[in-house]
């Protein structure tokens, strides 16, 4: 897996819009994404299959085709976030993993890291 700096450099610098992450915010995702080291990514696609299963997926889930999920069900088999992203990346859905990064794993500034 690539070091951990280049790796989430590179998730805010792929979005698929540059308003996917206002330029405001890019340091704190960058932050929140570095602290919580991959966990996002299989928290991401755990929820996703989760949904899928219950008749509810996300709508980038939805979207993707058999070989793509398989992929991704694959990589969080493996424990490889880094192998999510780059799935997410080529689909066009890195924005999702700032938005979901922003939405459940934001702390409070005393958490512990």
């Known amino acids: 897996m690539q070091p951990l700096s280049y790796y989430y450099y590179n998730v805010l610098e792929v979005l698929e819009k540059p308003c996917d992450v206002p330029t405001a915010h890019l340091q704190e995702g960058y932050d929140i994404l570095y ?3 991959g966990r996002i990514e ?8 989760e949904g899928d299963a ?3 997926p996300y709508y980038w889930y939805e979207a993707l085709d058999a070989e793509q999920r398989a992929k991704l069900h694959k990589a969080l088999d493996h424990g490889d976030p880094a192998k999510i992203l780059k799935i997410m990346q080529r689909n066009g859905y890195a924005g999702i993993l700032y938005h979901h990064a922003r939405e459940h794993f934001r702390a409070a500034p005393d958490a512990v890291r």
């Open 35 to 37: 602290q919580h080291g």
């Open 42 to 49: 299989m928290d991401l696609v755990r929820k996703a299959e």
């Open 54 to 56: 219950q008749g509810e």
